[in-house]
Each structure stands twice: as structure tokens, then as C-alpha cells.
């Protein structure tokens, strides 16, 4: 989202023109907090996604945002790894409990499982009580495997029509010139999420004419679902895979890594 955003995509429309303050993923100390605030205080550990999609500047070193916008950070999880989190945790939640309603039985198919966003979704499926199925390249089978999947595809070389069949909802990671050819896997009556970048013209039409739901998901700030994917954390249901971090000040070279592709966990800046 950072570098999209960036570049002119992304939530760009929300943010103006530039220059503006890149980031919405943040975590840290409570500086301190306002008149009436109950649920925080200076010292807690929190947090959060604020402001999305309109401009945050988590590239800094303080960030002011609405209280009930954050979540207190659980007990044994570094700033790090819970600044991974918010962004990529709540599209997860948002699309699997809000909109998908997944429970025990139900079929989800993950279609670009082994991102940011996806390596979250499949455990978040997963802890709701669903079977996952996931796409990915081969290489991060055995990955997608330690968190649970039940059946991975490798999205190289099987088209996403033939990744399963039948299934309940299936959430799109990778982008809309596929989302006609994945209404073949959902059943009639199900659900496709369409994340990055929105269903296509001809998937509506068709989604139209079998009574599958096509939602078009924005993520909100939510600092009640962030302590429900905690108590996760905490639970050791949900883990986040952290490939590296950065200085604030290396936060370009940080843009140029996202930009080439290849990596599996999150980035992450700190702030010293």
C-alpha cells in the first residue's frame, strides 16, 4: 500500500496531492492521551492503523490518531512484529469475519496466500475453524503448510479456475484480471473478495447472473477487531512473518525491496 500509494495508486485519492506522510502501520509507546480517553494511558504499548485511507505519517516519530483507533499490544510481542500487524491483520479480519462471516465449515480459498495479507488470512480462516485452501508458488508450500493450509496450489502453474471447486468465499490477493476466471472455483450463492485491486467489469456480470456476492473491500481502522486478532497472538493462533527491518532513514531502500517483488514476510521501520 506504501509504495502504490506513493507512486500515485494505492489510497492516493484520499491522500491529495503530494508531498505527504507515507504509512499507517504503527506501534509504540503512548506518549500521552487526551481529555476523556479511558481505554489508554502514557507508557501502554499499542497499535494500530490511523486514519485510513486518508494521510497518518506513520514515517515518523510521533503519530496522534483517535484512541479507539489503536490496541494494546499482547505480552511477548516485539514493536516489531506489532507494527507489522494492523494493515494486513485487519484486511484479514475484515474479509473473513465481517463480510465473509467464516465459521466452522466453512471452504476458503486464499489466492495469493503466501503475502502480507495472505499469510494472515489463512490463519485467521483457520482459527474461525475453516478449510483453507491456498495458491502460492511453490517455493512457499511448506510455509503455507506450518500455518494450517489444508490444500496449497501452485499459482504458477494451475489457473485459478482449477485451484478448487465449490468453495464458499474466496479472497483475491493477487488482482482483477483474474476475478472473472474465479467465480469458476466459488459456488453459486458464495462470495468473492476482491482486495487488490477490485473485480473486473465481466467478473460483475457473471457474479451477477449466479448470485455470487462481490465485495469490493477498503479497510478501516477497527481497534476492537486489532485486540480480538491479539487475543490470537496471544493465543498462539496468529503469527506474523517479519523478513527484515529498516531505520526510518532507509525507509527508500525499504520502497525498493516491496517494489521488486520476491520477499515473503513484512518490512518493517524503526525509529530509534
Given at each position: ?22 504509512g499507517?502501520?504503527?506501534?509504540g ?18 497499535f ?60 476458503v ?10 499469510h494472515?488470512a ?51 490477493f493477487?488482482?482483477?484480471?483474474e ?25 460483475h456480470a ?21 485486540g ?29 525491496l ?8 513484512k518490512?518493517?521501520l524503526?525509529?530509534?
Open positions: 500500500m506504501d509504495w502504490k500509494t506513493r507512486r500515485g495508486r494505492g489510497v492516493s485519492k484520499w491522500a491529495g496531492e503530494p508531498p505527504f506522510g507515507l499507517w502501520d504503527v506501534a509507546v503512548v506518549a500521552d492521551a487526551g481529555y476523556g480517553v479511558t481505554t489508554f494511558a502514557p507508557g501502554d504499548r499499542v494500530g492503523m490511523p486514519w485510513f485511507p486518508r494521510v497518518a505519517g506513520a514515517y515518523a516519530e510521533f503519530v496522534t490518531a483517535p484512541s479507539r483507533q489503536f490496541a494494546h499490544i499482547p505480552d511477548g510481542l516485539s514493536f516489531e512484529e506489532a507494527a507489522a500487524l494492523p494493515l494486513a491483520s485487519l484486511t484479514a479480519w475484515q474479509s473473513l469475519v465481517d463480510t465473509a462471516r467464516v465459521e466452522d465449515g466453512t471452504t480459498l486464499v489466492h495469493g496466500a503466501s503475502g502480507g495479507v495472505g494472515l489463512v490463519q485467521v480462516a483457520k482459527a474461525r475453524g475453516a478449510r483453507v485452501i491456498a495458491t502460492g508458488r511453490a517455493a512457499n508450500h511448506d510455509f503455507l503448510c506450518s500455518l494450517g493450509v489444508d490444500d496449497c496450489v501452485d499459482r504458477e502453474a494451475v489457473p485459478i479456475q482449477d485451484a478448487a471447486e465449490g468453495v464458499d468465499a474466496l479472497l483475491d493477487v488482482g482483477r484480471d476475478t472473472r476466471a474465479e467465480l469458476d472455483a466459488i459456488r453459486d450463492g458464495g462470495l468473492l473478495v476482491a482486495i487488490a485491486s477490485g473485480a473486473s467489469d465481466e467478473a457473471e457474479a451477477d447472473r449466479r448470485a455470487i456476492r462481490v465485495a469490493e473491500l477498503l479497510v478501516e481502522p477497527d481497534g476492537r477487531a486489532l480480538e486478532i491479539a487475543a490470537l497472538v496471544d493465543g498462539g493462533r496468529l503469527k506474523v512473518s517479519l523478513e527484515r527491518t529498516f531505520p526510518l532513514e532507509e525507509a527508500a531502500q525499504a520502497h525498493q516491496l517494489e521488486s517483488g520476491g520477499h515473503r514476510g518490512l518493517v524503526t525509529v530509534k
